[in-house]
């Protein structure tokens, strides 16, 4: 069975740092794309950024509203997926999501989510 | 960046009957292979958004074929025969056609 669980939210204050994990199981996780999407409260999810296959290179792209202060990141050994927050700001409050994909193919796992707060 | 702009369903819809969604992209979502990269997505309330077509037309694993989607390169309808009280939610469709991927506004559905 394919799970992704996410962790590591929380509060933090306005121009702090968190670091997101995703655990994935059920599935080779180095054939897969993974993307974290974000949904604040009451408002449409928003594509954060993806980390391709081993195939293709474990290469990046990001969303040009985060570019630059958020790192997405993958450890193959442990499955794990994660997501580097700098600087947050009020507006990165939202629940966050990791789902997976494949080129060409939609996310078709998500996980549950976790909530990130940023405010003092 | 592609904007996804989606109408509004005329709720409560009653039980059994249809409910047609439409989703507008600002640029073609055909790719040189011929797909239409286009998603739907449903949200239940304190849940996940779960996949439902793919592809313009192509229903995920498990999806009921009360679900189907259509369209043009910019224009797409997802359409759910015999609405039933479980299909209520939030519906979003998702361009992946290039990046940054983006999502429509959502479309609330409500079951009478």
């Known amino acids: 069975e394919v799970k992704l669980l996410e962790s590591g939210g929380g509060l933090v204050q306005p121009g702090g740092s968190l670091r997101l994990s995703c655990a994935a199981s059920?599935?080779?996780?180095?054939?897969?794309?993974m993307s974290w999407i974000r949904q604040p409260p009451g408002k449409a999810p928003e594509w954060l950024g993806v980390?391709?296959?081993?195939?293709?290179?474990?290469?990046?792209e990001y969303n040009p509203s985060v570019k630059g202060r958020f790192t997405i990141s993958r450890d193959n050994t442990q499955n794990i997926l994660y997501l580097q927050m700098n600087t947050l700001r009020a507006e990165d409050t939202a629940i966050y999501y990791c789902?997976?994909?494949?080129?060409?193919?939609?996310?078709?796992?998500w996980g549950q989510g976790v909530m990130v707060t940023v405010s003092s | 960046d592609i904007v996804m702009t989606q109408g509004v369903l005329p709720n409560p819809v009653p039980s059994g009957e249809s409910a047609s969604i439409t989703c507008r992209s600002s640029?073609?979502?055909?790719?040189?292979?011929?797909?239409?990269?286009l998603n739907w997505f449903l949200q239940r309330p304190g849940q996940s958004p779960q996949l439902l077509t793919y592809?313009?037309?192509t229903r995920a694993s498990g999806v009921s074929d009360r679900f189907s989607g259509s369209g043009s390169g910019t224009y797409f309808t997802l359409k759910i025969s015999r609405v039933r009280a479980e299909d209520a939610g939030v519906y979003y469709c998702?361009?992946?056609?290039?990046?940054?991927?983006?999502f429509g506004s959502g479309t609330k559905l409500e079951i009478k």
């Open positions: 789902a997976r994909s494949s080129g060409g193919y939609p996310f078709d796992y």
């Open positions: 980390i391709r296959n081993k195939a293709n290179g474990y290469t990046t």
């Open positions: 059920g599935f080779t996780f180095t054939d897969f794309y």
């Open positions: 640029k073609s979502l055909v790719y040189k292979d011929g797909k239409t990269y």
């Open positions: 592809w313009m037309s």
């Open positions: 998702q361009q992946v056609r290039e990046y940054p991927l983006t």
